[in-house]
């Protein structure tokens, strides 16, 4: 970023009501008359600072009926999102802390007035409502998978083998760490069909046991030699077997992983492609699953290719 972009964005921040609109907007999406609402001002001004946000396209907006809905936007240029994050976290006043007490009551009355459902159509997935989360969904999804033999690599402290183990034969984690496995093991202690190993992913000692199912969750990163990690795990499928990698999509943001011990800075989907066809298997998808809404917007990508 050059130095009359920041300055450009220092300028904008200079008003202190525009601070406290990015504030708010950054946790949820609302309409003027709720952000006037919040903050206690005369619709007419909120929008005039909103137009001048959505100008820098600090916010974006959307349109549901005869209302706009405004949110921070969290794809814009990297580096403007730094300097925002930075600024936004050195602050810490009483007025932030107001506003962020009565944005409560203003979703309440939105409900109220609305009904929950209209009010997060287009974007449910980012908003809670009891019992509807992730894990329930993924809990029942899981029902009506049949995984056979699994062998989880890079298996962590066993979350994954927790929510497959009651549709799998079998399960055998591996995490490289004595204190991960140790962790795993106690996690999945109730269920007989799960043992939990140490072990390197690039050598794999596991006798003549071959699997249905290979899963590499963001396995990759941890690899330092991935390709010989995918010949691994190609080696132990079963013919007809298939292999679910998932891992991060290529990137140049060291600084952000290191403290997560990553060992490589992502794959490009004809990287993982490769390795999948040298370790001697058909490649049935190579894809994008999702891009991060905040910087600096990582992205997942998934490789499944099967034995044949």
Not at 208 to 230: G, S, W
Not at 270 to 279: C, G, M, T
Request: glycine letters at 6%; charged letters at 30%.
């Amino acid at each position: 970023m050059d130095l009359a972009t920041a300055s450009s964005v220092l300028r904008l921040l200079a008003d202190p009501t525009r601070v406290r609109l990015l504030a708010l907007l950054e946790r949820e999406e609302l309409t003027v008359a709720e952000l006037a609402s919040v903050l206690h001002l005369a619709q007419p001004r909120v929008s005039t600072h909103l137009a001048k946000l959505k100008e820098a396209e600090l916010v974006r907006d959307r349109r549901a009926g005869v209302s706009a809905y405004y949110r921070a936007n969290s794809e814009g240029d990297e580096h403007r999102q730094t300097l925002i994050r930075s600024l936004r976290d050195s602050i810490d006043d009483a007025l932030l802390h107001d506003d962020a007490a009565r944005l409560p009551g203003v979703l309440a009355q939105r409900a109220r007035e609305e009904g929950w459902a209209d009010t997060v159509a287009g974007d449910m997935e980012r908003h809670y409502s009891p019992g509807r989360t992730w894990e329930t969904l993924a809990r029942s999804l899981l029902q009506l998978l049949e995984t056979g033999d699994v062998l989880d690599i890079a298996s962590g402290d066993g979350i994954t083998a927790e929510l497959l183990a009651p549709h799998a034969r079998s399960i055998v984690c591996v995490d490289s760490s004595e204190r991960v496995a140790e962790a795993a093991a106690q996690r999945l202690k109730p269920f007989t069909n799960v043992e939990v190993r140490q072990g390197d992913m690039h050598a794999l000692d596991l006798g003549e046991r071959r699997f249905d199912l290979v899963l590499m969750l963001h396995a990759l990163t941890y690899a330092e030699q991935p390709a010989k990690a995918v010949a691994e795990a190609s080696r132990l499928l079963r013919t007809g077997g298939r292999l679910l990698a998932v891992t991060l999509g290529k990137h140049d943001h060291r600084a952000v992983v290191e403290p997560f011990d990553h060992r490589n800075l992502g794959f490009s989907r004809d990287e993982l492609d490769r390795y999948a066809k040298s370790a001697g298997l058909d490649v049935l998808s190579c894809t994008r699953l999702s891009r991060e809404r905040k910087a600096p917007h990582f992205e997942v990508i998934s490789l499944l290719a099967r034995k044949p």
